[in-house]
């Protein structure tokens, strides 16, 4: 996103346009962990937590109280579906597909 966003800058005039910038393709939890697990070789499961429980791990974890509710929320809005619109724009500004959910991961998580 980031390359693209530089691009943008460098380019063209960018005032008062909106862009939304979205893989080729929305992944659920689930998608993520059957990739992890091909990727890893290790047996990855996706376990949905409720928001309160889930929040009160990170807290525990040591994250701070409003990031933690900022995570649990998004994740929330994972879960119902708000992020999953999927648009070009991403792919136009950088000239190229975006990474593919496991050429990510294998970045990530070093794989």
């Known amino acids: 996103m980031g390359e693209a966003i530089a691009h943008v800058m460098l380019d063209e005039p960018c005032e008062n346009k909106t862009y939304l910038f ?19 070789g290790k047996e990855v499961r996706y376990t949905s937590v409720e928001s309160q429980a889930f929040e009160d791990i990170l807290v525990q974890k040591g994250i701070p109280q ?23 724009d991403l792919a136009q500004k950088l000239g190229r597909p975006p990474a593919e959910l496991r050429e990510g991961l294998k970045l990530l998580f070093g794989l």
């Open 22 to 40: 979205t893989g080729g393709e929305a992944y659920s939890f689930d998608d993520v962990a059957r990739a992890l697990t091909e990727l890893s």
């Open 66 to 88: 409003a990031m933690a509710r900022i995570i649990t929320d998004f994740n929330a809005d994972i879960r119902n579906g708000q992020e999953s619109v999927v648009t070009a």
